[in-house]
């Protein structure tokens, strides 16, 4: 009997970010980071979201009505807020479906009162959005953090019922005292009743000083992008793991943003520390169940995207997921950040470098074509995250 | 014609401390971290070195006669500073030969005037230990940093004289400014220009708040060990790189503790984010000669440590490393730190499971007995450290 002919296998970007006008309203009305400033002599306005970014802030807004020497943050293009754009650069790439989320840092900086109403606005705004485009957007919800409890479960309940809702973004603060915070338990087990499995993302980086007199001024923000973000996660999900959050809500499921941070480098070593200490092995062995080990977790709760830029670190995340570590792990872009090199705005139209480097990395790691490939590419977040094109 | 009789291959630890009596005495006499106290009711004195140790150590000194309830730092025991115990710990596990280094924070606390002296007494011992044990026993070198430059140049040329000693090691504090410190260059030079590689180690972290209020209550030392310490090495690398280090010494070697800290896993985020920042990418292309990548800095001036408790990281050490990568790591064991689980001084004569897990990574990621397995456990240091038994 003749097979049907397969399908051509989806290429899904699970990691992509957008800033709806309303949210770009809000930090344009800001005059403390996050915030959005338009400088003289330059075409696009400048996201500036990072601490590392306020020294060059303030060198430009103290430069008076002279272009600054240096721009600080970032051009605030098109492609942060326009969806033909996202629709764009997914044709130009081969993506078929995207996962947008709103980038960070989300509603962690509203007013206890806004939260709520802007988290309701924007979930809606990105629901309307992926309704318009239907099998090639879906979205993780943002959530009114700073709100009480009540706005919070409210906001889950509202995004788990808009149908092209995949799950939520989440920062590394929680309400505040970090994603170890019992108090956060609830939300974390509303989420998980809900079946909305939390992309984990990097914003508050490392304390600008463990970078040094010379960060600043000389390397950009290669050491806090670079190192600072990708520290941020792993000590956050390690926080996690150490407080029993995910024995305590076993069904949560979570996406690391940029391959886990460095967890899967590290996965040994945090196991070999707990191991001897006797207080905490102790601990964990009297624990009903048993603590499981970090490796456990990794492969039980935890998925990772495909954002490492190396086919060195693909693989450790990929072996880091397990003996079918390669299902656990999802291509994606961070698209609109990394623009092409060199810059200008008919460029950005063009093939990015930065989503280059992560598909070959999977081609690298599993050879082009190859089953493994076709899974981390686009597969494994079709069935991770039901992408079945309603 | 016979091939002569394969010798039986090296088993060399590149990664493993000792702290002679006279810095113990120095550590006793102090009344702020680093520090050695004895306690009522414990048999060892305890060593107490990091931040995340104060809070513990102000508790245990306020508890009067009594016992403290938690005791601060890991016991003192006779691993520390016998080198009979060393020969011992090494017999139990194979090892053929060790490159014994002073424990951080070395000399990095004393004041300018003593640093040097302090310095020469301490490498001396050294030195002095290695020839009473030949063709066992060689070391990494302290170096005087807090002391004048010409202090320190002449600790460099005693350390290059004596005949065991086969580099130094060194902490990321550099002369009190970090390692991209240009005052460091002429240091770094001269080490080069003397053929002594860096043994770069961890001890300073990250400061306590990124682990988060629940940290020092409740997870022990885990996450300033197991996460403070790789990332400080991974910073501080970085910074070199950033600020030119290598090119400025091509012939500088280094070995990275803990397998490069994250150095593996982020190198391709960083080199994505150089690459993608537009300022440093114009300046590396103008650059005489152009920068070099970071992977071809990996490859062609640093060493990496196999003390990574997993064949996750230890594969994706190799593979940085580059296309000869198993040539480029090599085996350690961190002793006499992490002592056996469960403690006790009679368990800590037997088998370390540190130890075993670091060994296991090796057998698992390139299979028992292989060339490349034999290289990692001894062949590769006894070939780039000249170990040949003098």
């Known amino acids: 009997m003749a097979q049907p002919p397969a399908s051509k296998p989806k290429v899904v970007d699970v990691h992509t970010h957008m800033y709806p006008p309303e949210y770009i309203q809000i930090l344009e009305s800001r005059s403390t980071i996050p915030l959005v400033r338009s400088f003289p002599g330059a075409t696009d306005p400048r996201l500036i979201l990072l601490d590392a970014e306020v020294p060059a802030l303030d060198a430009a807004l103290s430069s008076g009505?002279?272009?600054?020497?240096?721009?600080?943050?970032?051009?605030?293009?098109?492609?942060?807020?326009?969806?033909?754009?996202?629709?764009?650069?997914?044709?130009?790439?081969?993506?078929?479906?995207?996962?947008?989320?709103?980038?960070?840092?989300?509603?962690d900086f509203l007013p206890p009162a806004t939260a709520g109403p802007v988290a309701t606005s924007i979930n809606t705004s990105f629901s309307t959005m992926c309704a318009t485009h239907p099998g090639r957007l879906y979205f993780f919800a943002a959530l009114p953090l700073t709100a009480p409890r009540e706005t919070i479960l409210a906001a889950i309940a509202h995004a788990a019922a808009l149908p092209h809702c995949r799950g939520v973004i989440l920062g590394t603060s929680g309400l505040g005292?970090?994603?170890?915070?019992?108090?956060?338990?609830?939300?974390?087990?509303?989420?998980?009743?809900?079946?909305?499995?939390?992309?984990?993302?990097?914003?508050?980086?490392?304390?600008?000083?463990?970078?040094?007199?010379?960060?600043?001024?000389?390397?950009?923000?290669?050491?806090?992008?670079?190192?600072?973000?990708?520290?941020?996660?792993?000590?956050?999900?390690?926080r996690m793991y150490l407080a029993g959050v995910f024995d305590a809500v076993p069904a949560l499921r979570m996406l690391l943003a940029h391959s886990g941070g460095c967890l899967p480098f590290l996965a040994g070593r945090i196991e070999s520390c707990i191991i001897h200490d006797g207080h905490l092995a102790a601990q964990g062995k009297t624990a009903s169940p048993p603590r499981r080990t970090v490796w456990e977790v990794l492969r039980e709760q935890v998925y990772l995207d495909a954002v490492i830029y190396s086919e060195v670190g693909l693989k450790a995340a990929v072996q880091a997921a397990g003996e079918d570590g390669a299902g656990r792990v999802m291509f994606g872009t961070d698209h609109p950040f990394f623009p092409p090199v060199g810059g200008g705005e008919g460029k950005e139209d063009g093939v990015w470098e930065s989503v280059g480097l992560n598909s070959l990395a999977v081609e690298r790691a599993f050879g082009a074509g190859t089953s493994g490939a076709k899974g981390v590419m686009g597969g494994n977040a079709v069935e991770v995250f039901r992408l079945f094109g309603e």
């Open 177 to 238: 005292a970090g994603l170890d915070d019992p108090l956060l338990l609830p939300i974390l087990a509303s989420l998980a009743a809900a079946s909305l499995p939390i992309f984990l993302h990097p914003h508050y980086g490392l304390p600008n000083a463990v970078f040094g007199p010379r960060a600043a001024g000389e390397y950009g923000h290669v050491l806090s992008l670079a190192i600072g973000f990708p520290v941020e996660t792993t000590i956050a999900v390690a």
């Open 65 to 107: 009505p002279d272009p600054p020497s240096v721009l600080p943050g970032r051009p605030l293009t098109r492609h942060f807020a326009s969806v033909s754009q996202k629709l764009h650069f997914m044709d130009t790439h081969g993506i078929d479906i995207s996962i947008v989320s709103l980038a960070n840092p989300w509603l």
